[in-house]
């Protein structure tokens, strides 16, 4: 029996931009099982960022009912959201969004600080990870010293830092090259393997291809 | 507290903001301590230089009438006498009375000459007025009195323009070409406000009976009183006012027989000024920490707004809302404590070495020396100013931090 960890029922999302209404989303409905491993394909514009805040908590939608691991979140207030992102989520983003100033081993570190754990738990949880992806010998660089490939695998390793039910990857190769992007699509095919909930956004189809589920999307809904 | 350390860490990586914001609150801080501490040291110096002499001190100067009664006619003047200062010595919550009379003339003491002002007054003057003598020295006796001899107390003003340094009793001044024994030269004192109409140090005594004999007067200048009780001084002023009026025919009623000055009532009004003094000086050093405060928030502000996409990330991560409120404010009053205690530790300091400069000048002759102060209530009201400052400062950015959509942060370029 799987178990379905996203549940998105009749979903839309319309953005107030001065008098001009958008809407960039319009009857989603989606299930996602847990362990899956998903692909949200659709060209550039199509709604598929906007999919992605919704399902990571950092937006809510604007109809419709979304449930994260059996709560409806689309009805939380901030600050719930924030908990439920730092308790499900593991965010990996196009242009990486470490936090430039810190080191390697603090960037991680930091979903750990939202959960209240103290610094030395923080930073030997942090290390475990950051061993594990092969980034052992970076962890007092600060992250702007290192190349992109390394940076998207920090970004990996402070996604999976908290240890959440899902990874959240929107455009995770868009600013590699394609071997880097090789190897970091390759650590979500291991994720994947070890029992991770993956969801890839992309408008890359040989990318999606890695997926066991592709869903198309355009126009701001889903294509079947 | 898991927050404090992370704060510390971002100071480190806005490091020359972190200073700027520092520095600005360190010189606020300063500012106001050191503000603060004049205008405290300089009403404490008040209050020293008044609990040596006291302030309970009476003077009764003639008075006119108001209005016709028995013999007396309204507006006449009412001269007061020897009699007037004998009646009132009897009254309760009177602890000594004298009079005095005031005259100016040439002293010549060996070659040195100078024009002085005197006072021929009684024995019980020093009790009223508390005038210390050098050692060895006294101030004019019952048995001077008695026998009206020729002695003299020099002002420490006339001993200093006469040149007269050792001891000089028993040395001769000539007062208007009488000559007179020295037998004490008063000991310098810081007065800022005194019962006569000029400092103490200006003035040399006679005894009032030596004075009586060479110019035989009808009436004295001045009576003075110490009084025992501030709370009945009303009472006082009205048996006094009675006395006197009874004494020369007027109406006992006519507040106009006798004028009274209150030395205590003069000490209220300049212990006010100075106090006023220290509540304008603390705003004016209030002012600059607030200027340092809003400092604070403009920078935290700007900050706010480049690390837009910083705060989006962190949201993104779990912070909450309300943990970017708090730990702006944070930040801010980490910044406000670190800045206030280099400032505080600085005042402190520069408070010391000030107060070993060795200060000379005339104006101290008056104010007497006094010490910067760095009471307790200077020290609250400080750490109470800085931590509104720094809460307040906090509070602007870190609401607009908290208003930040993670989501559009995100896609912000
Ligand atoms: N905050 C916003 N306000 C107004 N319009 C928005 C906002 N965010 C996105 N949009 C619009 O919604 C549509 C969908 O945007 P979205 O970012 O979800 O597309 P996308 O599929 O991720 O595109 P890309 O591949 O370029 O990242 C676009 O037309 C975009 O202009
Ligand atoms: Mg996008």
């Known amino acids: 029996m799987s178990e379905k960890i996203i549940q998105i029922h009749d979903v839309g999302k319309t953005y107030h931009t001065g008098k001009i209404d958008f809407e960039a989303l319009r009857n989603i409905n989606l299930e996602i099982e847990k362990g899956d491993y998903v692909a949200i394909l659709g060209p550039s514009g199509s709604g598929k960022s906007t999919l992605m805040h919704i399902i990571g908590c950092l937006a809510t939608p604007t109809v419709g009912s979304y449930f994260l691991a059996g709560k409806e979140v689309s009805k939380f207030t901030s600050n719930d959201l924030a908990k439920a992102r730092n308790l499900y989520i593991g965010f990996v983003f196009q242009k990486f969004n470490l936090m430039p100033q810190m080191t390697v081993l603090d960037n991680v570190s930091l979903p750990l600080l939202y959960r209240g754990i103290k610094t030395e738990e923080r930073r030997s949880k942090a290390k475990e990870v950051l061993e594990q992806l092969g980034l052992a010998s970076h962890l007092m660089h600060r992250s702007n010293e290192l190349s992109g490939g390394q940076q998207q695998r920090v970004a990996v390793a402070r996604a999976l830092v908290t240890n959440p039910e899902v990874i959240l990857a929107d455009e995770p190769t868009g600013n590699l090259d394609s071997k880097s992007g090789e190897g970091v699509i390759n650590l979500f095919n291991q994720l994947h393997e070890g029992g991770k909930t993956v969801i890839l956004v992309t408008h890359d189809t040989a990318v999606a291809k890695n997926a066991n589920r592709i869903i198309q999307i355009q126009d701001g809904t889903i294509r079947v | ?413």
């Open chain 2, 1 to 413: 507290m898991i927050m404090l350390r992370e704060i510390i860490k971002e100071l480190f990586y806005e490091q020359t903001r972190a200073i700027l914001i520092i520095l600005a609150v360190a010189w606020g801080t300063f500012a106001i301590v050191i503000t603060l501490a004049v205008g405290d040291g300089l009403r404490l110096n008040f209050v020293q230089t008044m609990s040596d002499i006291g302030s309970r001190i009476l003077v009764l100067t003639s008075g006119t009438s108001t209005k016709n009664y028995q013999g007396i006619l309204a507006n006449q003047s009412i001269k007061l006498t020897k009699r007037d200062a004998k009646a009132i010595a009897d009254l309760p919550n009177l602890s000594s009375v004298t009079w005095r009379y005031n005259f100016q003339t040439k002293l010549r003491y060996q070659d040195k000459k100078t024009y002085a002002d005197l006072r021929a007054v009684t024995p019980e003057y020093v009790l009223v007025h508390k005038v210390k003598t050098g050692p060895k020295q006294r101030f004019i006796s019952y048995l001077d009195q008695k026998k009206m001899s020729s002695v003299i107390v020099l002002g420490s003003d006339t001993a200093d323009r006469l040149f007269i340094k050792d001891n000089p009793v028993g040395n001769i001044v000539y007062v208007d070409n009488h000559p007179f024994t020295i037998i004490g030269v008063m000991q310098k004192r810081p007065q800022m406000i005194y019962a006569d109409s000029v400092p103490d140090r200006w003035l040399n005594w006679i005894p009032s009976s030596t004075y009586e004999l060479l110019n035989n007067p009808d009436k004295v200048d001045a009576i003075e009183v110490r009084y025992k009780d501030v709370g009945l001084i009303e009472q006082t002023k009205n048996s006094i006012q009675k006395l006197i009026a009874i004494n020369h025919g007027a109406d006992p009623s006519d507040p106009g027989i006798v004028d009274f000055q209150d030395v205590a009532q003069k000490q209220k009004k300049i212990n006010n000024f100075f106090i006023n003094m220290e509540i304008f000086l603390g705003i004016v050093g209030g002012l600059t920490l607030f200027l340092a405060g809003v400092g604070i928030a403009n920078v935290m502000y700007a900050s706010v707004k480049r690390a837009t996409r910083q705060i989006g990330i962190q949201m993104a991560l779990g912070a909450t809302a309300r943990y970017v409120v708090f730990r702006y404010i944070m930040e801010s009053l980490v910044m406000t404590v670190i800045g206030g205690v280099i400032g505080m530790v600085v005042a402190v300091v520069f408070v010391y070495f000030i107060n070993r400069i060795p200060l000379q000048g005339q104006i101290l002759e008056w104010t007497g020396k006094p010490e910067l102060s760095l009471s307790f209530l200077v020290l609250s009201i400080v750490v109470l100013v800085l931590g509104v400052t720094g809460l307040l400062a906090g509070l602007f950015p870190a609401l607009k931090a908290a208003k930040i959509d993670p989501a559009e942060a995100l896609t912000y370029e």
